[in-house]
């Protein structure tokens, strides 16, 4: 009877006893798909930091801007101007709810209160 030859990855521990081995014999085709589902969770890592990472560079900008626009807010002299501060805190906000909404449909968790 005649048989393909099945490919495998070999694994060659030690034991506790000197002289002593225990060899495990994968399929090739098994630990493609480990090492696919491995790449996959690291890729999913590195993604969630990506994400955290890119919500901290907008967090931060986004509530300096409202704040300065607030303090700016109450220096000014002329009500007249207050319409443009409203409008950078408005932008501000809108931009802080769009993000929120993006991270709500990736699964990415946020710092700040929506």
Known sequence: ???EPLPVHVIVAQTERPGEVVVELLPLEAQARQDREERLIDQA???K???RNLAHEIKNPLGGIRGAAQ???LELP???LHEYTQVIIHEADRRR???T???R???ARMWWAT
Do not use: V
Request: with cysteine; hydrophobic share 35%; charged share 30%.
């Open 49 to 51: 930091e990506l994400i």
């Open 45 to 47: 890592q590195a993604n």
């Open 1 to 3: 009877m005649h048989r």
């Open 97 to 99: 709810r769009w993000w």
């Open 105 to 107: 449909r990736t699964g």
């Open 71 to 73: 303090l700016l807010e």
């Open 78 to 80: 002329s009500r007249e």
């Open 101 to 103: 909404g993006c991270s």
